[in-house]
């Protein structure tokens, strides 16, 4: 009797302990070590290149500003500005046409010209400036002259780039003077319609357009 009596008294308090612990007798609760979140890395910025405000079909012309990028070769990489007789210079090279060409004719001709100095030549040209393409603008606009052409320039966005109209522009009635095999036509460009429901009239500059605002 007194061995079943400290039997029954040693389990009453084995219960009172795990109950006690917030435990089921028998259940043992593991331990988990809380650790903060790692912080969140930040990504790396990205780099302020320039890039090419041309088509990969644009063709160079005098004045135009190229990036010649020779890979692991800094001393030959270069910004040039085309000359008027469209030539640039390079060293190693000297003079090298690049008026007429694409920047990827470019590219290709200058890597086949290196060949002879530089094992496996890796050239990229791009164009920072477009210089050689211009149209013009007279009449009611805030800055009246010329002004480098870009791609798929449409009146509106040259207009906007001259500084807008003046308040004495006459909107509908703009319109565009161009010439094509010797002759000069006139493309006519309603300035409002193109601001109220973005309809350009299917107009895209060229170079040498001259925009009139009366």
Known sequence: MKFIFSLVFF???????STAAGQQPGVTTPVLSAKPA?????LPAPESGTASPTSPSYVIGPQDVIQVTVWKEPALS????????????????GDIPASGMTPTLLSTDLSSRLKKYINDPLVTVTVVTVNSKRVFLLGEVGHVGGMPLTPEMTPLQAIAAAGGLSPYANAKHIYILRTENGKQKKLF???????????????????GDTIVVP
């Open 189 to 207: 460009f309603d300035y409002k319609k193109a601001i109220k429901t973005g309809n350009e009239q299917g107009i895209v500059l060229v170079p």
């Open 11 to 17: 389990c009453s308090v084995i219960s009172t302990w």
């Open 78 to 93: 270069q910004s040039l500005t085309v000359r008027p007789d469209g030539m640039i210079s390079l060293p190693l090279l």
């Open 38 to 42: 790692p912080a969140p890395v930040p």
